[in-house]
């Protein structure tokens, strides 16, 4: 057989896969195996003469007499692998090798070549080889490795595991099995142990290089600790919201900045595995938001006070600093800003009464939904309708919850101050009931996200109804706050004022016509039965009517803005 081209023999692999489920106690174990074997191919004849301008086979078994000439001769092994895995919730191994199939030559046959390389070849009965320029003869490696790692402990905020790897590599010689003549002025050996006998032709130019290889074996064990990252979202949420209520605008800035670059550059899986942390990303993070923050801060005291204008304000700032894409980060800020003009609406029509509980609830429902999905879209352009129908729901609740906690906002108001003004200590209600609402509003925030953790919730769904009840929070529920302070310092004014003159009738009606009051202000902010949202209106025309009635000075909208003046007593009530 002869060929001015070359001959190529790769031999066949054959793949077989299986998978099976094992029942377990707490779930299924899924075991997976996977493996290819290599079979080569067989090339006998009684004499054969074999002239290639290249030769290359893989596994190949060559037997007979004759001759093999070739300029180039290469003779590698096949490669048999093996792959198998087991999975459960607690454990995790997998383990790989992979092993040489050897070829062979046989019998009485003489192999002459410019250049040679055999690998792993097991060589029989009387072969010979002559390499005009090179011959090598090579060992094939011999892998295995395994992965483990198991569960150590487990819960809502963490996952603590051991890992233990091991790697080993040998290597297979060439094999000699009686005689192998060789003639060549430059051979290069490579094995592991002693090198095969060979008989070698003598020559006046001949040089000879050996690489002994030495196997080896690594092994490693380690502990991780890994936070899961809807636990890293609670984290967020709270130092996000609590930094604005427990410390002045600068001061919460550098806060949440640092809580959020620690938090997103491993500092928790640092701290737990006694790690050193990053300390530079940290920086670089932080310098970033503070850099957002702080020119944010200084433009709000120059431009103007305008949602427009704060869409385009903070679009700039986030192109600049974290180099955003123009087009979504004004899409993003300018959705941001037209939720929080919305929600403000909402809450306004429901104060006014040109709206229902339930109209009122719904509207803010459906204002977290669509901000939600668009913020999808702008985002990622797929829309995850459960996740945005859970922001609506985590809206309403934490809108609610929030206003329950205004039933007793009374015992958190200032006393009023002797020598003080009436108007200043009506400011300091207000601003006291505020501070109060801002510490409400962390506070639902936090629990709203710490509840969706604990229900099995992932970060984006905690991010998606944080952003959403934030935003019902900040522009409907404070919004109410200082009608309902209002009522309450009023309503303590002119029960003081009548217990002082003697009228402790009029005075105990002054407590039922202020509970009254506070409890409409209540209902009309999101609290109360629908019975009484549907007389809201004739509710408190009934109060004002009754005001009337307990003093000869009419009561308007402005009265808290005026200093007190005591009314004279009122005898024979």
Not at 473 to 483: D, G, M, Q
Not at 495 to 507: C, D, V
């Amino acid at each position: 057989m002869s060929s001015e081209l070359g001959f190529i023999d790769l031999g066949l692999s054959t793949q077989i896969q299986e998978r099976l489920v094992k029942p377990g106690k707490k779930s299924d174990e899924v075991y997976c195996g996977a493996s290819s074997i290599f079979h080569g191919s067989n090339i006998r004849a009684g004499h054969m003469d074999i002239r290639a301008q290249s030769f290359a086979s893989q596994g190949c078994h060559i037997e007979g007499s004759g001759s093999i000439t070739a300029r180039a001769l290469q003779h590698r092994p096949g490669v048999n692998t093996f792959l198998e895995s087991s999975t459960s919730p607690y454990l995790q191994e997998t383990r790989q090798s992979s092993a040489p199939v050897p070829g062979s030559l046989c019998g009485d046959l003489k192999v002459n070549m410019g250049q040679g390389s055999f690998q792993a070849t097991e060589f029989r009965s009387g072969v010979s080889l002559r390499a005009a320029e090179k011959l090598q003869l090579l060992a094939a490696p011999v892998q295995d490795s395994y992965h483990k790692t198991q569960v150590l402990k487990k819960n809502i905020a963490r996952v603590k595991t051991q890992s233990l790897a091991g790697q080993g590599l040998s290597y297979r010689n060439c094999g000699v099995h009686g005689v192998l003549r060789v003639d060549t002025p430059l051979l290069e050996m490579s094995a592991q142990g002693a090198p095969p006998a060979l008989e070698i032709a003598p020559r006046e130019s001949f040089c000879q290089v050996l690489q002994v290889l030495e196997p080896c074996t690594q092994e490693e064990k380690y502990i991780s600790t890994q936070f899961k990252p809807a636990f890293k979202a609670v984290l967020g949420v709270g130092i996000t919201a609590l930094s604005a209520v427990l410390a002045p605008p600068l001061v919460g800035s550098v806060i949440a900045a640092s809580g959020h670059a620690f938090i997103q550059n491993s500092g928790l899986e640092c701290l737990a595995d006694h790690r050193h942390i990053q300390f530079k990303a940290m920086l670089k993070d932080v310098g970033k938001s503070l850099a957002v923050s702080g020119a944010g801060l200084a433009l709000g005291q120059v431009l103007p006070d305008h949602r427009a204008i704060h869409a385009v304000k903070n679009t700039a700032l986030n192109c600049a600093v974290y180099q955003a894409d123009p087009l979504k980060a004004l899409a993003g800020q300018g959705l941001v800003q037209v939720s929080g003009f919305l929600a403000g609406q909402i809450g306004l029509e429901y104060q006014s009464k040109e709206i229902n509980f339930l109209e009122h609830k719904l509207l803010h429902g459906a204002l977290s939904l669509a901000s939600t999905l668009s913020l999808q879209a702008i985002n990622s352009g797929h829309l995850d309708w459960s996740k945005a129908f859970l922001a609506a729901g985590a809206t309403m609740a934490a809108e609610s919850g929030a206003e329950l906690v205004m039933e007793n906002v009374k015992q958190f108001l200032p006393k009023q101050l002797p020598q003080e003004p009436w108007s200043d200590y009506v400011a300091r209600c207000q601003e006291a009931g505020l501070e109060l609402g801002r510490r409400t509003q962390a506070c639902i925030r936090v629990l709203t996200a710490t509840g969706l953790c604990l229900a099995g919730k992932d970060s984006g769904d905690i991010t998606a109804c944080d952003t959403a009840s934030a935003n019902a929070l900040e522009h409907n529920f404070l919004a109410s706050i200082p009608a309902i302070v209002l009522d309450v310092v009023q309503g303590a004014k002119d029960i003081k004022e009548n217990l002082e003159a003697g009228n402790y009738w009029t005075a105990g009606g002054h407590a039922a016509l202020t509970a009254g009051s506070v409890a409409l202000d209540l209902a009309s902010s999101g609290l109360g039965t629908q019975g009484l949202k549907a007389g809201a209106r004739a509710a408190k025309a009934g109060v004002r009517l009754a005001k009337k009635a307990f003093s000869k000075e009419q009561k308007g909208p402005n009265t808290l803005m005026k200093t007190g003046v005591k009314r004279a007593a009122k005898k024979g009530c």
